[in-house]
């Protein structure tokens, strides 16, 4: 099988710019869970979406929205953004609905926002 | 904060069994420990995962105390590939809060 894929994997914005990244999770997975990963402030966790609905947030503001299609691709967007949104953007996938528990996530290769 | 604590950075001779600890003494009874690996400017690699009872596959061993205050992750055979920050990580669902994890080098 086809690992999780993100596009763009580079990416350089200004600020006050918007941006919408992608990520295709392994076929059959519902699941899709998007990093943020920064040397600052480590790997953090910005939201999950299981079938299409938003089921787990974290701690970002409201710039920092997502969805998923039917055929669980999901995209991330983040809008007038700031110099601190620099940083790598991982997406990862998983199988099952057990809401987390036990469930092994399979990372992209991220993409990698400069903002300017 | 993040539930675990792990030293930041460990040496360890090619072909040799790496033993990475990491504590997590608040754990709760229905959080699982789990292992990720994250080789420079790559996505994290699932290793292992495990509740209670100590769990192995192709890539490594994961030994639980009996209290499940800390943890063991081995790598039996320790390979150059291998030098990576490994993070370990509680939780039960998919708001995992990730430490700083061990900066692991294999050296020749």
């Known amino acids: 099988k086809a690992g999780v894929t993100q596009t763009p994997r580079y990416l350089i914005k200004t600020r006050g710019q918007q941006v919408t990244l992608s990520c295709s999770p392994i076929?059959?997975?519902?699941?899709v869970s998007w990093y943020q990963q920064t040397p600052g402030q480590g790997l953090q966790f910005l939201f999950e979406?299981?079938?299409?609905?938003?089921?787990n947030k974290g701690n970002f503001p409201g710039r920092f929205s997502g969805r998923q299609f039917s055929n669980s691709r999901s995209e991330m967007n983040v809008s007038t953004l700031e110099l601190g949104d620099s940083a790598l953007y991982l997406c990862?996938?998983?199988?099952?609905?057990?809401?987390?528990?036990?469930?092994?996530?399979?990372f992209g290769p991220g993409t990698r926002l400069l903002v300017l | 904060d993040a539930k675990t604590t792990q030293p930041t950075s460990m040496d360890c001779a090619e072909g040799r069994a790496a033993n990475l600890p990491c504590n997590h003494s608040t754990i709760s009874g229905n959080e699982y420990v789990y292992w990720y690996r994250q080789i420079h400017s790559q996505g994290p690699q699932y290793i292992i995962h495990g509740l209670k009872n100590n769990e192995t596959n192709e890539m490594a061993s994961l030994i639980i105390t009996e209290d499940r205050k800390s943890s063991t992750l081995i790598l039996p055979h320790a390979t150059l590939r291998d030098t990576a920050v490994y993070y370990c990580?509680?939780?039960?669902?998919?708001?995992?809060?990730w430490g700083a994890g061990t900066k692991l080098i294999i050296k020749p």
């Open positions: 979406y299981f079938s299409e609905t938003q089921r």
């Open positions: 990580i509680v939780g039960s669902n998919y708001q995992l809060i």
């Open positions: 990862a996938s998983s199988l099952e609905d057990s809401g987390g528990a036990g469930e092994t996530q399979y």
């Open positions: 076929s059959g997975h519902r699941s």
